[in-house]
């Protein structure tokens, strides 16, 4: 899973989950980053704008 990749890369590279952020553009996404302990950041897109309305999390906008 999504989670379980974020927790080795962690694990790997003795990263801090406190000190890691993840960017993406889906729910799934936010699930894995929730699930494995880091922040999130969501790319707006025009594919996502319902999931823009319903998540509470920091969000950017798809032309960066």
């Known amino acids: 899973t999504k989670g379980d990749a974020i927790r080795w890369i962690l694990k790997k590279y003795n ?10 553009d889906s729910k799934s996404d936010y699930s894995a980053a929730n699930e494995s302990g880091i922040s999130f ?24």
Not at 15 to 24: D, F, K, L, R, T
Not at 46 to 62: G, P
Request: glycine share 2%; proline share 3%; with cysteine.
């Open 15 to 24: 990263i801090n989950p406190e000190e890691a952020v993840m960017i993406g």
């Open 41 to 64: 950041i969501l790319r707006n897109t025009e594919f996502n704008e319902k999931l823009q309305q319903q998540l509470n999390c920091e969000m950017i906008d798809d032309y960066l």
